[in-house]
């Protein structure tokens, strides 16, 4: 992983928008087609989406935070992550962050493996980042800092702190690179950059985002095997698409980046957007393909908030909501998938934990 520079300085938080529309080209029907997504029936007529594309904003309505001041976040007293007496330290998992760094700092003290003054203190600790550290919340770009420089500082103790590919960082760096461009949707004409204001796009990440960032995203794996779990952002099995091992969807991934078409990047980002495969019925067999083709016995990711797994969310029709309570990952799918996105973005809670789970 790219070693990179400390932290920015720290954005002012906004307010977040619930529930701003998308237009149809950010949208795209999943497993749950014609089914009882919560909150939300399936389009008809012009507005229906485009075959194969999972709607990203219209279903995941953000619930408002309020306009209450953000206070800082006080350091969380906590001993240090245990580490084995011999072997790889302990293997942690991150769930989407979305550019909030002041909860990242406080759920890393928690589990000890930052100190009080943000610096890595876990010695040989694995720790690994399931992806979207951008968009929605106040600070993608801290967020980015902190993980390279924990990266750089985990290594020098004897561990490492490592990071996937989501489908933010997709998106931000096609805002990037291709901004206005027309790209095919499959509904018509888009663009990169519509659909990145539409789904949370900060302008204080674009004005921050340097070049050292965009090839840190640019380079980030897509798939992983760790201890026996696949790890993994998107709960989908778009990633069969590419590869039917590790090492090639990777390298199909930053080959489809190196070469900068437009085209070919939207459509790895609307595949990257496609959830709830492993929800409902079929979804442990969907795993099960998955783990078949690329080893492991447990699927990791993030990408589908966990209060929408379980249909534990406000409605899209103005009705206000405290947020969703969440204590922890879900396991589901007979126990094969494990969600990691607590729904930070929702008033939720944003998720690291140690695998396996004590639970």
């Keep these: 992983m790219t070693q990179g520079a400390g932290q920015g300085p720290e954005a002012e938080r906004t307010a977040t928008l619930r529930d ?18 919560p909150g939300n029936a399936v389009p008809t007529g012009e507005e229906a989406y485009p075959e194969g594309y999972t709607p990203t904003q ?19 007293p906590a001993a240090p992550a245990p580490q084995p007496a011999t072997g790889p330290g302990p293997l942690y998992v991150v769930g989407d962050v979305h550019g909030y760094l002041d909860e990242l700092v406080a759920a890393l003290q928690e589990q000890g493996l930052i100190d009080a003054s943000g610096q890595w203190c876990a010695g040989t600790t694995r720790l690994w980042f399931l992806g979207d550290f951008t968009d929605r919340g106040p600070d993608g770009i801290g967020v980015i800092d902190l993980v390279m420089r924990l990266s750089a500082e985990a290594a020098a103790a004897g561990g490492y702190c490592k990071a ?4 933010h960082e997709l998106l931000l760096l096609g805002a990037k690179r291709f901004g206005d461009t027309p790209v095919n949707s499959g509904a018509g004409t888009a663009t990169f950059q519509a659909a990145w204001l539409l789904n949370g796009g900060q302008k204080t990440d674009m004005d921050r985002l340097q070049d050292h960032h965009l090839q840190w995203m640019a380079r980030l794996d897509a798939v992983e095997v760790v201890d026996g779990y696949l790890l993994v952002h998107s709960d989908t099995t778009a990633y069969l698409d590419y590869g039917d ?17 437009a085209d070919e990047v939207w459509d790895l980002f609307r595949k990257f957007t496609k959830r709830f495969s492993f929800r409902d019925e079929g979804g442990a067999d969907a795993v099960r393909t998955l783990l078949d083709t690329y080893g492991g016995t447990r699927v990791v990711h993030g990408h589908s908030p966990i ?29 094969l998938a ?3 996105d607590g729904g930070v973005t929702m008033a939720g809670k944003l998720l690291v934990r140690q695998l396996p789970l004590d639970n």
């Excluded at 953000?62 to 969380?76: F, K």
């Excluded at 996937?164 to 489908?167: E, P």
């Excluded at 090492?247 to 900068?260: G, K, M, P």
């Excluded at 209060?307 to 126990?335: F, R």
């Design 20 to 37: 701003f529309r998308v237009p149809a080209y950010v949208h795209e029907t999943g497993p749950y087609a014609g089914g009882t997504h």
């Design 58 to 76: 219209r279903d995941l309505p953000v619930i408002n935070r309020g306009d209450t001041l953000q206070l800082p976040v006080e350091p969380v």
């Design 164 to 167: 996937l590919m989501g489908n």
């Design 245 to 261: 091992s590790i090492e090639a969807v990777n390298d199909t991934v930053r080959e489809t980046l190196t070469r900068n078409d």
């Design 307 to 335: 209060p929408y797994l379980l249909g534990e969310v406000g409605s899209e029709d103005g009705e206000e909501g405290t947020g969703p309570a969440v204590e922890g990952p879900h396991v589901y799918a007979d126990g």
């Design 338 to 340: 494990i969600a990691m």
